[in-house]
């Protein structure tokens, strides 16, 4: 296996600076990226405005294919400093970094692809990097590992509540019918789980005191039915809760993140860290 000692001089200074946010030029890349992309979404944002368009429209053009240029010599730059290209690629961020500067060339080609650059903004989660929020790392962990131990449970509380819904949406479709509104199972399947939700969008209402106490019930219902999911996940986080530190170092093997102060090899490749 490659180690990252392979990396050496120039190329692994880049390294540090371009993938890792442990070092000051790190986070200063990192944060300087994030506000090309927010600017770039900003942009696209405004050139949707017809009345922002009709005036500087070409100035957004412009600021657009600055920040396209930008972002395709960043792909670049990460593609030939990485060890595993291929894993790069068609990692999460890989695909990201690519889909992101595609839309501006295709819009060349394709009317409309251009809307498709808010994808962009998804690649602010590189924020969790960048201020090297590792007590947020290791949270995200935790209630992954939650999530996972508590599926289970939270599948079999998604089947009572879509059993529940399809039943009294069924009653509701019987009690109220199509005259009020009730034309079918299904959109009284729908009422029933906006009711239940407490979105209440009011396009539907019953209107028979029978149908009105069911509505009560639900509505009363759902206040508990929102706590549940919330209870599962908490009741695991707290066996789950871990006690050690992680970093924001990046794997140059398997490009994760996530690892203990102390490791020395990443946890997922078993890859040498720096």
């Given at each position: 296996m490659k180690s990252k000692k392979e990396l050496s001089g120039w190329r692994l200074k880049l390294y540090e600076i371009v993938f890792e946010a442990d070092t000051k030029y790190g986070r200063i890349f990192d944060i300087t990226l994030l506000v090309c992309i927010m600017v770039s979404v900003l942009v696209v944002m405004l050139e949707s405005v017809i009345e922002i368009k009709e005036q500087i429209g070409d100035w957004l053009i412009g600021i657009e294919w600055f920040f396209t240029i930008i972002f395709t010599l960043e792909y670049a730059l990460r593609f030939y400093i990485v060890l595993e290209k291929r894993k790069y690629v068609l990692s999460f961020f890989g695909l990201i970094d690519l889909v992101s500067v595609l839309p501006t060339y295709?819009?060349?080609?394709?009317?409309?692809?251009?809307?498709?650059?808010?994808?962009?903004?998804i690649r602010l989660l590189?924020?969790?990097?960048?201020?090297?929020?590792?007590?947020?790392?290791?949270?995200?962990?935790?209630?992954?590992?939650?999530?996972?131990?508590s599926r289970h449970k939270i599948i079999v509380f998604l089947i009572t509540i879509i059993t529940s819904v399809i039943i009294t949406g069924t009653l509701m479709f019987l009690i109220e019918g199509p005259t009020h509104g009730f034309s079918n199972i299904p959109k009284s399947i729908y009422w029933a789980i906006?009711?239940?939700?407490?979105?209440?969008?009011?396009?539907?209402?019953?209107?028979?005191?029978?149908?009105?106490?069911?509505?009560?019930?639900?509505?009363?219902?759902?206040?508990?039915?929102?706590?549940?999911?919330?209870?599962?996940?908490?009741?695991?986080m707290v066996q789950q809760k871990q006690k050690s530190k992680v970093t924001t170092q990046v794997c140059p093997h398997c490009l994760k993140d996530g690892h203990d102060a102390d490791a020395t090899f990443c946890k997922y490749c078993s890859g040498e860290l720096n």
């Open positions: 295709l819009g060349l080609l394709l009317p409309g692809a251009q809307s498709l650059m808010v994808i962009r903004s590189r924020i969790f990097r960048i201020f090297k929020l590792a007590r947020f790392i290791g949270e995200g962990q935790s209630l992954a590992l939650a999530l996972k131990a906006v009711t239940m939700t407490t979105v209440g969008y009011g396009d539907i209402a019953p209107q028979t005191a029978l149908g009105q106490a069911i509505a009560s019930f639900i509505m009363i219902m759902g206040y508990g039915i929102i706590a549940v999911p919330t209870g599962i996940v908490s009741a695991e």
